[in-house]
């Protein structure tokens, strides 16, 4: 079998081939413009392929809900250009293949359970903190939907008393991407991320929001693991941070033995940056299963 994945980003599209065996056997990137534009490459790539399925992470908010009216549509986005586009139904009609769809972060988290730092594992949250803050749920073996899909990076956190800074969420005074994505640190700081590496105080302040988020998170979902990607968490002295600060929160009040170790408990992503697209690889896999059952 070759199936095809399809990472849809805001600002790029990664296409990759792959086996049954998690195999990525080649990769194409091409920046995201108008679906005009973009999408008789998309097409044309996976047609010369062959593909037997297609599986796609996309950009939300998105309806991921299999079977139902609007699956595979682009909701309310900020990129105009795709708002209300069904990114599903053109693959299936040119391609005439099974099309599994989630969202990006959910596919990265499927990755890491599937072929990274939470192999095996069936209770996991993938929290990745970039542009914006995501997180992909993964909890009794299967990715979570419900109405339509987890918005975790909205989730709201008390704001530090010393931090000035602004909340960029448009929607929230003090939501978790509002105050902890990259572009809020750069916003609050006058620079980017990467160049604050050195400035101890930003670290304090994100692991103090990062570990909020995620005692959240953990309350709620009881997740054996919990995975930490995406751009900003390339500064790895956070790493430490946030654990030392989860644990100050939690203080004691619940205990596992997964929380008594927390530096295999709260761990960064596990496959170098091709957790997305490994996740849509084994999206790709499950949607053909489910045709050959049906
Ligand atoms: P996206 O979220 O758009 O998919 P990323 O996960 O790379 O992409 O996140 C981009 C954000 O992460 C930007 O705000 C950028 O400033 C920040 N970032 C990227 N690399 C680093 C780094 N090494 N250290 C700190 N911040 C970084
Ligand atoms: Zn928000």
Same mark, same amino acid.
């Given at each position: 079998m070759r199936y095809g994945a399809l990472e849809a980003g805001g600002t790029k599209m990664v296409c990759a081939i792959g086996?049954?065996?998690?195999?990525?056997?080649?990769?194409?990137?091409?920046p995201t413009l108008t679906p005009?534009?973009?999408?008789?490459?998309?097409?044309?790539?996976f047609a010369e392929r062959?593909?037997?399925?297609?599986?796609?992470?996309?950009?939300?908010?998105?309806?991921?809900?299999?079977?139902?009216?609007?699956?595979g549509k682009i909701l309310h986005t900020p990129k105009v250009a795709w708002r209300d586009y069904n990114i599903v139904e053109p693959f299936v009609q040119a391609l005439s293949v099974?099309?599994? !769809?989630?969202?990006?972060?959910?596919?990265?988290?499927?990755?890491?359970?599937?072929?990274?730092? @939470?192999?095996? =594992? &069936? $209770?996991?949250v993938y929290l990745t903190v970039g542009t914006g803050i995501g997180a992909g749920i993964y909890s009794g073996g299967r990715l979570?939907?419900?109405?339509l899909h987890p918005e975790g990076g909205h989730i709201l956190i008390q704001r530090h008393p010393k931090d000035s800074g602004e909340c960029i969420c448009p929607c929230h005074?003090?939501? !978790?991407?509002?105050?902890?994505?990259?572009?809020?640190i750069e916003k609050?700081?006058?620079?980017? @991320?990467?160049? =604050? &590496? $050195?400035?101890?105080?930003?670290?304090?302040?994100?692991?103090?929001?990062l570990a909020q988020g995620i005692m959240n998170l953990l309350l709620i979902l009881s997740p054996q693991r919990i995975i930490l990607g995406g751009g900003v968490m390339q500064q790895k002295q956070l790493f430490p941070l946030v654990r030392q600060k989860?644990?100050?929160?939690?203080?004691?009040?619940?205990?596992?033995?997964?929380?008594?170790?927390?530096?295999?408990?709260?761990?960064?992503?596990? =496959?170098?940056?091709?957790?997305?697209?490994?996740?849509?690889?084994?999206?790709?896999?499950?949607?053909k299963l489910l045709e050959t059952i049906e």
């Open positions: 086996d049954e065996n998690g195999n990525l056997l080649e990769q194409y990137t091409i005009e534009k973009t999408m008789p490459e998309l097409i044309r790539y062959r593909i037997d399925a297609l599986g796609i992470g996309a950009f939300g908010p998105v309806d991921v809900v299999p079977g139902s009216e609007s699956f099974p099309v599994g !769809l989630d969202t990006d972060v959910n596919a990265a988290c499927l990755g890491e359970v599937m072929y990274g730092a @939470a192999k095996g =594992l &069936t $209770d996991v979570v939907h419900g109405m005074t003090h939501c !978790l991407e509002g105050l902890a994505s990259g572009p809020s609050r700081w006058g620079r980017k @991320a990467i160049a =604050l &590496t $050195d400035c101890a105080e930003v670290w304090e302040l994100e692991s103090d929001y989860l644990a100050k929160k939690l203080n004691g009040y619940y205990d596992t033995p997964e929380l008594r170790r927390l530096e295999t408990y709260v761990v960064p992503a596990g =496959l170098d940056g091709a957790q997305g697209i490994m996740g849509c690889l084994y999206l790709a896999q499950n949607a």
